[in-house]
């Protein structure tokens, strides 16, 4: 069996594009491996993630029971709140610290 120079070629392509794969694959195992401890934000993440927003909202409540005017407090607060879709919540503390820091942009 022959070969022209037209096979050769379509033959050197198509090695070149398996190599060309084969480096790709290869580069994203080396590249996943770095993101092996991000989070996967499964279920267990959220879980862990809406526990962390519960605690901290625990103590921005101690830090309200201090000084009720603390509006970083409740503009915290707030963003936990909102982390966790209880909206209605969250606007009644950012209402609040912005009642006591209108100046507040971040409320």
């Known amino acids: ?11 050197f392509i198509a090695v070149l594009e398996i190599a060309v794969l084969v480096f790709l694959v290869l580069i994203s195992i080396a590249g996943a491996e770095q993101l092996a401890g991000a989070p996967n934000y499964g279920s267990n993440t959220v879980d862990k993630l809406d526990k962390a927003h519960e605690e ?3 103590t921005q409540d101690k830090a309200l029971q201090r000084n009720p005017l603390d509006s970083d407090a409740w503009r915290i607060k707030g963003l936990d709140l909102v982390d966790l879709k209880r909206f209605d919540e969250a606007m009644m503390a950012n209402d609040q610290a912005i009642k006591i820091n209108p100046q507040d942009l971040e409320a």
């Open 1 to 11: 069996m022959t070969y022209n120079k037209a096979s050769r070629r379509h033959i």
């Open 56 to 58: 901290d909202i625990q």
